[in-house]
């Protein structure tokens, strides 16, 4: 091995440029990738692809007319002026048609002429029999008065007349009398702000740019060809909705990676450099891990394809991982330099770092890998791309790091740190090495007592299911400046209402299944406890139409022969029966079907292709969060999967199910996870070190910064309260629950570098490798700390939290690898020495 690195050491600083030359055209082409990658930021993004939950959702997306809208808004001066202004503007938009409109909703006056006509079949049953009932004794009165059959105190029913007919059927529909007071014209239009509204519903997805941008574009040519202002100049035009405020927050995600990204590199960057002190030396490692990172964005677009609202933040990740194969190669390189030169000191950091490097990032690939082994996408592409990273990052540091420093060398001398800078570097080690000298038995019996400690409260921790189940904390926290999208989604709000925001559609194949899946959701419901009710009600097609109708019908055909007799024989006023002609029901009146029902009243029931009936909404319980994950969890629990009388099976899915699964999909995958991070990094530990003892050493340290991450995590955000200390831990989520299996693998990175030169040096002089050695580690766990702190810039709560729960694991990683194992070690050779000295 020795040979291999020799020749290529020779041939890295014997021949920089052809080495760098090939650095850029493998450089250049793999940035040409991973400007490809793309950013998905749906959450059933994280789930399998093959998770059923996922492909049920995905085919009922299909069918839906709409799944998005987009609101037009037009705000004025005139009332009048807006209702023909939308009346011109609604057959432009719906001219438009599919892919990108599903239909168009200006108001409700096609559902208020419906229910006028059929006002009678909607009425109730019993005050349709109230009223057959009192115009069957009102005839019979007059019948009786005009033959002189009537007892002397026979009281009179009310009489026949328009007046009274109608304040019955009036009073009796007051629901249909609300909705026309809201909307007296039928439209869309707040009177009073002058405000007029026009939605479009479309089938686009929210995030889909492009298509978003194309019915935008269109949607404004509309109203360009309507011209506003020939109806009013004072006219102003917006456009809002779900859409649109959907697409600003995907703006603000994509700009949330960048910012994340670009402080998080600073950062980095700006720790490696008051380590150095040297601009070249920053240059050098800085230009080796963008090499390592391009390459690994560029083998993600290969393996995955895009990214997602997980892996959209490894960029300062990596970096911050990357970065420690350079400064450990960089930290050995200056040391070698004061004694010799550029050439023999390339190869003695080859020779030196090579295997403690990578083995260190073997063990984090292994972390990273652990999550590859999941079912859970969201673990699979962190674990696929994070794990690259990591050996893409150790190939360049040691295939391009040793060319760029012989460039630097032919441009003038790099000379090892000394003076003041050099007693600067110092100082990361030198307080380590001083309590491993004074202190060590001390340090490392206080260690393990506090390791013990924290086992206990993270068996605790876990024990107690440590998972966030409330969604609102694992959302994002947009902070944009109020725009006029979202200015005009309050008044749209108000105008409209929220449309459709929390009820959850099923899809079943023929339209007999509809009545026998509502039976059996409604028989899961009420054999529920009234504490664990699933849901509040299940919504149809059917529930539609009015009930009872062939009764209706008989009562109403029934009735109206009576009033008609009634005007034969004189018993009604002539002004009476005027009135009345135009509130009596058609003769040929007959049962509505679904077909009779117009598109305002009947849209949300009907799919992309026209098809009426099929689509069933689930309506959550009232007084129960959707935001609350276990709920979520008994809600899809109910309707995943319903077994029909006939034998056929239906499948519900929504983001109810996707979210529900991601629950599962931790709880399932983190032991796994777990696991084989731990086994992985066990094996690779040992054949770093061929089985020698020094690998339990390194695994027990490994071991105590676990036990102190979790001992930590469980009393994250305890406080003082009236009752003493409450003990409240940081919740695990499915984007934080990574930072454990990582812990594992790159916690390991630092007590293997500590292992490697101490085992180097011949087991002696420790104070020497906790300043030299310990100081690159100590740097290397700064940069990754920090990668992990630019996360909580994030406005997501989720990531947010991992890094909070990443940074804890390193710092507690890195205090066993510098403190406590060298402590362990420095009391363990005194101990053997007193032992010898004792014999």
Same mark, same amino acid.
């Given at each position: 091995?020795?040979?291999?690195?020799?020749?290529?050491?020779?041939?890295?600083?014997?021949?920089?440029?052809?080495?760098?030359?090939?650095?850029?055209?493998?450089?250049?082409?793999?940035?040409?990738?991973?400007?490809?990658?793309?950013?998905?930021?749906?959450?059933?993004?994280?789930?399998?692809?093959?998770?059923?939950?996922?492909?049920?959702?995905?085919?009922?997306?299909?069918?839906?007319?709409?799944?998005?809208?987009?609101?037009?808004?037009?705000?004025?001066?005139?009332?009048?002026?807006?209702?023909?202004?939308?009346?011109?503007?609604?057959?432009?938009?719906?001219?438009?048609?599919?892919?990108?409109?599903?239909?168009?909703?200006?108001?409700?006056?096609?559902?208020?002429?419906?229910?006028?006509?059929?006002?009678?079949?909607?009425?109730?049953?019993?005050?349709?029999?109230?009223?057959?009932?009192?115009?069957?004794?009102?005839?019979?009165?007059?019948?009786?008065?005009?033959?002189?059959?009537?007892?002397?105190?026979?009281?009179?029913?009310?009489?026949?007349?328009?007046?009274?007919?109608?304040?019955?059927?009036?009073?009796?529909?007051?629901?249909?009398?609300?909705?026309?007071?809201?909307?007296?014209?039928?439209?869309?239009?707040?009177?009073?702000?002058?405000?007029?509204?026009?939605?479009?519903?479309?089938?686009?997805?929210?995030?889909?740019?492009?298509?978003?941008?194309?019915?935008?574009?269109?949607?404004?040519?509309?109203?360009?060809?309507?011209?506003?202002?020939?109806?009013?100049?004072?006219?102003? &035009? =917006?456009? *809002? /909705?779900? !859409?649109?405020?959907?697409?600003?927050? #995907?703006?603000?995600?994509?700009?949330? $990676? +960048?910012?994340?990204?670009?402080?998080?590199?600073?950062?980095?960057?700006?720790?490696?450099?008051?380590?150095?002190?040297?601009?070249?030396?920053?240059?050098?490692?800085?230009?080796?891990?963008?090499?390592?990172?391009?390459?690994?964005?560029?083998?993600?677009?290969?393996?995955?394809?895009?990214?997602?609202?997980?892996?959209?933040?490894?960029?300062?990740?990596?970096?911050?991982?990357?970065?420690?194969?350079?400064?450990?190669?960089?930290?050995?390189?200056?040391?070698?330099?004061?004694?010799?030169?550029?050439?023999?000191?390339?190869?003695?950091?080859?020779?030196?770092?090579?295997?403690?490097?990578?083995?260190?990032?073997?063990?984090?690939?292994?972390?990273?890998?652990?999550?590859?082994?999941?079912?859970?996408?969201?673990?699979?592409?962190?674990?696929? &791309? =994070?794990? *690259? /990273?990591? !050996?893409?990052?150790?190939?360049?540091? #040691?295939?391009?790091?040793?060319?760029? $420093? +012989?460039?630097?060398?032919?441009?003038?001398?790099?000379?090892?740190?000394?003076?003041?800078?050099?007693?600067?570097?110092?100082?990361?080690?030198?307080?380590?090495?001083?309590?491993?000298?004074?202190?060590?038995?001390?340090?490392?019996?206080?260690?393990?007592?506090?390791?013990?400690?924290?086992?206990?409260?993270?068996?605790?921790?876990?024990?107690?299911?440590?998972?966030?189940?409330?969604?609102?904390?694992?959302?994002?926290?947009?902070?944009?400046?109020?725009?006029?999208?979202?200015?005009?989604?309050?008044?749209?709000?108000?105008?409209?209402?929220?449309?459709?925001?929390?009820?959850?559609?099923?899809?079943?194949?023929?339209?007999?299944?509809?009545?026998?899946?509502?039976?059996?959701?409604?028989?899961?419901?009420?054999?529920?406890?009234?504490?664990?009710?699933?849901?509040?009600?299940?919504?149809?097609?059917?529930?539609?139409?009015?009930?009872?109708?062939?009764?209706?019908? +008989?009562?109403?055909?029934?009735?109206?022969?009576?009033?008609?007799?009634?005007?034969?024989?004189?018993?009604?006023?002539?002004?009476?029966?005027?009135?009345?002609?135009?509130?009596?029901?058609?003769?040929?009146?007959?049962?509505?079907?679904?077909?009779?029902?117009?598109?305002?009243?009947?849209?949300?029931?009907?799919?992309?292709?026209?098809?009426?009936?099929?689509?069933?909404?689930?309506?959550?319980?009232?007084?129960?969060?959707?935001?609350?994950?276990?709920?979520?969890?008994?809600?899809?629990?109910?309707?995943?999967?319903?077994?029909?009388?006939?034998?056929?099976?239906?499948?519900?899915?929504?983001?109810?199910?996707?979210?529900?699964?991601?629950?599962?999909?931790?709880?399932?995958?983190?032991?796994?996870?777990?696991?084989?991070?731990?086994?992985?990094?066990?094996?690779?530990?040992?054949?770093?070190?061929?089985?020698?003892?020094?690998?339990?050493?390194?695994?027990?340290?490994?071991?105590?910064?676990?036990?102190?991450?979790?001992?930590?995590?469980?009393?994250?955000?305890?406080?003082?309260?009236?009752?003493?200390?409450?003990?409240?831990?940081?919740?695990?989520?499915?984007?934080?629950?990574?930072?454990?299996?990582?812990?594992?693998?790159?916690?390991?990175?630092?007590?293997?570098?500590?292992?490697?030169?101490?085992?180097?040096?011949?087991?002696?002089?420790?104070?020497?490798?906790?300043?030299?050695?310990?100081?690159?580690?100590?740097?290397?766990?700064?940069?990754?700390?920090?990668?992990?702190?630019?996360?909580?810039?994030?406005?997501?709560?989720?990531?947010?939290?991992?890094?909070?729960?990443?940074?804890?694991?390193?710092?507690?990683?890195?205090?066993?690898?510098?403190?406590?194992?060298?402590?362990?070690?420095?009391?363990?050779?005194?101990?053997?020495?007193?032992?010898?000295?004792?014999?």
């Amino acid at each position: 091995m020795a040979w291999a690195l020799r020749r290529l050491s020779d041939v890295q600083t014997g021949h920089p440029w052809s080495v760098l030359c090939l650095a850029l055209v493998s450089t250049l082409f793999a940035g040409a990738l991973a400007a490809r990658l793309t950013l998905r930021t749906s959450l059933g993004e994280l789930l399998p692809e093959n998770k059923e939950s996922v492909i049920v959702a995905a085919r009922v997306a299909e069918r839906l007319p709409a799944v998005s809208n987009l609101a037009v808004v037009a705000e004025g001066s005139d009332n009048r002026a807006l209702q023909r202004f939308v009346d011109a503007l609604a057959p432009e938009l719906r001219a438009i048609g599919p892919p990108l409109v599903g239909r168009v909703d200006d108001g409700v006056r096609e559902a208020h002429a419906f229910f006028d006509q059929n006002r009678f079949l909607y009425a109730p049953l019993d005050l349709i029999r109230e009223i057959h009932d009192e115009i069957e004794a009102r005839y019979d009165y007059e019948v009786g008065r005009r033959a002189d059959l009537l007892l002397d105190d026979d009281q009179p029913p009310p009489p026949l007349t328009e007046q009274s007919i109608r304040e019955r059927l009036q009073k009796r529909t007051q629901q249909e009398r609300d909705q026309k007071a809201r909307y007296p014209d039928g439209y869309f239009l707040d009177p009073e702000t002058h405000t007029a509204v026009v939605l479009v519903r479309t089938p686009i997805g929210i995030g889909d740019v492009e298509r978003t941008q194309a019915l935008l574009a269109r949607v404004r040519e509309a109203v360009a060809r309507v011209g506003p202002e020939r109806f009013d100049r004072s006219m102003r &035009i =917006g456009f *809002t /909705g779900n !859409l649109i405020t959907g697409a600003e927050e #995907y703006a603000q995600v994509k700009g949330d $990676l +960048a910012h994340v990204g670009f402080w998080g590199v600073v950062l980095i960057l700006g720790v490696v450099f008051l380590f150095y002190l040297r601009l070249r030396t920053l240059v050098a490692m800085t230009l080796t891990v963008g090499v390592g990172v391009l390459w690994t964005f560029g083998l993600a677009y290969l393996l995955v394809g895009h990214l997602n609202t997980s892996t959209g933040f490894l960029v300062s990740i990596v970096v911050g991982n990357g970065i420690n194969f350079s400064i450990i190669y960089m930290a050995r390189y200056l040391e070698a330099r004061r004694a010799l030169a550029p050439a023999q000191s390339a190869f003695l950091a080859h020779r030196e770092t090579w295997l403690g490097t990578l083995a260190a990032s073997s063990a984090a690939t292994a972390a990273y890998g652990s999550l590859a082994v999941t079912d859970f996408r969201g673990f699979k592409h962190f674990g696929i &791309i =994070g794990g *690259t /990273g990591m !050996l893409l990052c150790w190939l360049a540091t #040691y295939l391009f790091l040793p060319a760029i $420093l +012989a460039i630097a060398e032919r441009v003038r001398a790099i000379k090892p740190p000394a003076g003041v800078v050099g007693g600067l570097r110092g100082l990361y080690g030198r307080p380590f090495a001083w309590l491993s000298g004074r202190a060590p038995r001390l340090v490392t019996g206080a260690a393990l007592a506090l390791a013990l400690g924290a086992a206990v409260l993270g068996y605790r921790y876990i024990a107690a299911d440590p998972l966030e189940y409330n969604m609102k904390n694992i959302r994002n926290e947009p902070k944009l400046a109020p725009s006029e999208a979202r200015r005009l989604s309050v008044l749209v709000d108000d105008i409209v209402g929220r449309q459709g925001q929390d009820g959850l559609a099923i899809v079943v194949e023929r339209l007999e299944q509809v009545p026998a899946l509502k039976q059996e959701l409604d028989r899961r419901k009420d054999a529920a406890p009234a504490e664990l009710k699933p849901f509040e009600e299940v919504v149809t097609v059917y529930s539609l139409l009015p009930r009872d109708q062939e009764k209706k019908i +008989a009562l109403i055909q029934a009735a109206r022969a009576k009033i008609e007799q009634a005007h034969d024989k004189g018993a009604m006023a002539p002004a009476d029966w005027e009135k009345l002609r135009q509130y009596l029901p058609p003769k040929d009146l007959r049962p509505i079907g679904i077909e009779d029902l117009p598109e305002q009243v009947v849209g949300s029931f009907v799919e992309r292709d026209g098809t009426r009936g099929r689509l069933v909404y689930i309506v959550p319980t009232r007084g129960r969060s959707v935001w609350d994950g276990k709920y979520l969890m008994l809600w899809a629990d109910t309707f995943r999967t319903t077994a029909l009388p006939d034998g056929s099976v239906v499948k519900g899915s929504g983001h109810s199910v996707v979210y529900a699964d991601m629950f599962l999909a931790v709880i399932e995958d983190a032991p796994r996870a777990m696991a084989v991070s731990l086994l992985a990094t066990l094996l690779i530990v040992l054949l770093a070190f061929r089985g020698r003892a020094s690998a339990l050493w390194v695994v027990g340290s490994v071991l105590m910064g676990l036990c102190w991450m979790l001992g930590v995590l469980a009393v994250w955000k305890s406080h003082l309260g009236p009752a003493g200390i409450e003990v409240e831990p940081l919740r695990l989520n499915f984007l934080n629950f990574v930072a454990l299996p990582i812990t594992i693998g790159v916690g390991a990175d630092y007590a293997v570098n500590i292992m490697q030169r101490y085992r180097l040096a011949g087991g002696g002089d420790i104070r020497r490798v906790v300043v030299e050695t310990g100081g690159a580690v100590i740097l290397c766990s700064l940069t990754t700390i920090l990668g992990y702190l630019a996360l909580t810039l994030s406005i997501n709560q989720a990531i947010h939290s991992f890094g909070i729960a990443a940074a804890t694991g390193e710092i507690c990683c890195l205090c066993a690898a510098v403190l406590v194992l060298p402590c362990a070690l420095v009391w363990r050779a005194r101990r053997r020495t007193a032992a010898r000295g004792g014999t």
